[in-house]
């Protein structure tokens, strides 16, 4: 029902930043619930960040707190991760959600479209 791209990942140094993307398209005019999640080799996936279907309302995992940024613009359909600071154990493959319920949501469970991923490697 509802298709999500994103990209932005790439091959960074420690303390560098990415701002990743996320372009919903769907066939209603609704905007939905979205987040971010990541999932590093060999480890479970971890939110990230989630955002409101009107962005009023965020809420970010505690390893990224303070350094990650989740926004949407106005047309609620695109959705953005700026990732400053990053640290080794940032790498992994990040994946972009959208839930048809309300709400700002940190469980893989509660969201219903993934994007494909997009892989973000921090090495010095």
């Known amino acids: 029902q509802v298709q999500l791209v994103d990209s932005g990942g790439g091959l960074v140094q420690p303390g560098d930043s990415l701002k990743l993307s996320c372009k919903a398209k769907?066939?209603?005019?609704?905007?939905?619930?979205m987040g971010w999640f990541r999932r590093a080799p060999g480890k479970e996936r971890e939110f990230v960040a989630a955002i409101s279907h009107i962005g009023s309302t965020t809420n970010y995992g505690d390893s990224v707190k303070a350094r990650f940024t989740i926004s949407r613009d106005a047309t609620d359909n695109t959705v953005w991760l700026q990732m400053n600071s990053l640290k080794p154990e940032d790498t992994a493959v990040y994946y972009c959600?959208?839930?048809?319920?309300?709400?700002?949501?940190?469980?893989?469970?509660?969201?219903?479209?993934w994007g494909q991923g997009t892989q973000v490697t921090v090495s010095s």
């Open positions: 959600a959208a839930s048809n319920l309300y709400g700002v949501f940190t469980t893989s469970r509660q969201y219903h479209y």
């Open positions: 769907g066939p209603t005019h609704r905007s939905y619930p």
